[in-house]
């Protein structure tokens, strides 16, 4: 149909978020990055899955919480199995998206591995150890 | 079928060109891969949803085409929003835009109404005496409310005398939360009901009883007040599965209603609204009041030779259209869109963003002289809000059959989905539309 058409749901989300859309491809755009640059300094991943998987359930709790009444609506309106899966899908996509925007971030900012591989040290840096 | 009047070019021409331009012979029904070139005069006759969107639309199918749109308002209101802002859920800012965000580029706005329409000439007179000769028509003036047709009911009464109504503008949706407010702390008895004419959302006065229903109850005051929904039919809804639904909706609600009711005189003084039925006049008292005015073409359709003459459309004036093609079997050169269009049903913003692209096809296939392939099916949509927070999305077409856009909602149970995308998706599915992305 039309309206599900990757062109017209582009056009609607365009609508609907109009410049966030951009700030939400740039901060996607950041993560990668930082992700990649975690990737070559070998961090502590499994320490920082953790931390974004707390935050991640911490935001989707507060989606969770507050979607109906974003929409103008209580808990009590839900009713019937889509209404709690669409429910469900957002808040735990809204985690799950909070969740790898934290990640590299947090890897970062955790620090490298022990065992992780030295990096090559930088030709001026080198020159002043003498 | 006779072709159109084409200056300069004659339509021989214009497939010619169309062939070198490599856009003729399109697959019936679908978009064209490159918009044809033309140097065709198209006037559009309204600058609300479906003039807006037919601008949009032909702006991007038609090449060298000037594209003139007529219309006064400035400002744009988004009218299916109109129940939330009486409900209380949305400010009234909310449903207000400006027509010049909408405006397509190379789109010419005149800000001036139609006063007189001269198909036989093929021409447009603007009110502001300017003429606009054309080789192709789209009439999108929308529809007038007719207060007068209600002896005593004047629009100026909305918010005062416990008169209220949603199809009264933005500040007439506004002053209608502002009266149900005060009813909300005195109950009484309200009054609810549509007009015998063709009207625009015919949902709406049904949204309007459950949605302050709800309120009411939300308020605790339900046990001070009498709801009543009269109509002039013998049914709820012309669609008989949610007419069905509607009629359980006011069983459980405790709304009364009565057939063969229509609203002919109001008494704002004596707080009496009197309605004609089968056994005389009938005077009831009333708290609150909610008035759906009769609806008509503009004058300036009515007076023309493009409304029907014979038929269930021509004591109102609508534009007589084929309901499939939406073109007009006596001027071939017009096409008609939006609440104008004297086609079963289809009078919702949901009805324009199918009808639009059938009409911008078949105008453009028109133009490059071909067979006009795209049909309306009649398709008309309407979130039957049943309280905030939850709604039905119904939606059919024609023959009254349901046409749910989404196959895993039902569109006779109530849900919190239906009311999201009423609440949040909707505006931008018609933003969308009206810059004729979609």
């Known amino acids: 149909m039309e309206l599900f058409a990757p062109r017209a749901l582009a056009a609607i989300l365009g609508e609907m978020f109009g410049g966030l859309l951009w700030v939400a491809a740039a901060t996607a755009a950041l993560a990668l990055a930082l992700c990649l640059l975690a990737l070559r300094r070998g961090v502590r991943w499994r320490l920082a899955l953790r931390g974004a998987a707390a935050f991640g359930a911490l935001v989707a709790a507060g989606v969770l919480a507050a979607l109906p009444g974003f929409t103008n609506a209580t808990h009590a309106d839900l009713a019937g199995a889509l209404d709690w899966l669409i429910w469900g899908v957002v808040g735990l996509g809204v985690g799950l998206a909070a969740a790898l925007a934290v990640l590299p971030m947090l890897a970062l900012a955790l620090g490298e591995r022990a065992d992780a591989p030295a990096r090559r040290p930088q030709r001026g840096a080198a020159s002043s150890l003498r | 079928m006779p072709g159109p009047a084409l200056a300069p070019l004659n339509r021989r021409d214009l497939v010619r060109l169309a062939v070198a331009a490599g856009v003729a012979a399109p697959v019936a029904g679908a978009a064209r891969a490159q918009p044809l070139r033309t140097p065709a005069r198209v006037v559009i006759a309204g600058a609300g949803a479906a003039g807006l969107t037919m601008a949009s639309k032909l702006s991007r199918l038609l090449e060298g085409a000037r594209i003139t749109l007529i219309g006064a308002r400035t400002a744009h209101w988004y009218q299916p929003g109109f129940t939330m802002v009486a409900s209380g859920v949305w ?19 005149v800000r001036a109404d139609v006063a007189a329409f001269e198909p036989e000439a093929k021409r447009v007179v603007a009110t502001d005496g300017s003429t606009h000769p054309y080789d192709a028509l789209v009439v999108a003036t929308g529809c007038t409310l007719e207060w007068s047709r209600i002896e005593g009911m004047d629009p100026t009464l909305i918010g005062r005398e416990g008169i209220a109504s949603v199809y009264a503008g933005p500040e007439g949706a506004a002053a209608t939360w502002r009266v149900l407010q005060r009813f909300m702390e005195t109950g009484g008895v309200a009054l609810h009901g549509r007009p015998p004419t063709e009207m625009k959302c015919a949902g709406a006065p049904l949204k309007g009883a459950l949605l302050w229903d709800a309120r009411l109850r939300e308020a605790g005051t339900r046990g001070r007040a009498e709801l009543h929904y009269f109509t002039p039919f013998r049914n709820l809804f012309a669609v008989a599965p949610v007419h069905a639904k509607v009629l359980e909706l006011f069983a459980a609600r405790d709304i009364a209603f009565a057939y063969d009711h229509t609203l002919t005189a109001v008494d704002p003084a004596a707080r009496t609204a009197t309605f004609r039925t089968p056994d005389g006049p009938k005077t009831l008292r009333y708290d609150y009041l909610h008035v759906v005015p009769p609806m008509a073409a503009p004058q300036p359709v009515r007076e023309s030779a493009l409304a029907w003459g014979s038929g269930p459309f021509a004591a109102d004036g609508w534009v007589e259209v084929n309901r499939d093609t939406l073109q007009h079997p006596r001027f071939p050169e017009v096409f008609a869109v939006g609440d104008v269009a004297g086609v079963p049903r289809g009078k919702t913003a949901a009805s324009v963003k199918t009808q639009a692209p059938v009409a911008a096809a078949n105008l453009v296939s028109f133009l490059a002289g071909e067979q006009l392939e795209a049909a309306y099916n009649g398709y008309t949509s309407c979130p039957l809000i049943t309280r905030p927070g939850r709604a039905m999305l119904v939606e059919f077409d024609y023959e009254g059959r349901l046409t749910p ?15 999201v995308m009423k609440d949040r998706l909707l505006g931008p599915i018609y933003r969308a539309m009206l810059h004729g992305s979609i």
């Open chain 2, 91 to 109: 400010p009234a800012t909310k449903v207000v835009s400006e027509t010049a965000d909408y405006i397509a580029p190379g789109v010419t706005w």
């Open chain 2, 405 to 419: 856009t989404f196959p895993f909602i039902d569109p006779l149970a109530e849900h919190w989905v239906p009311w």
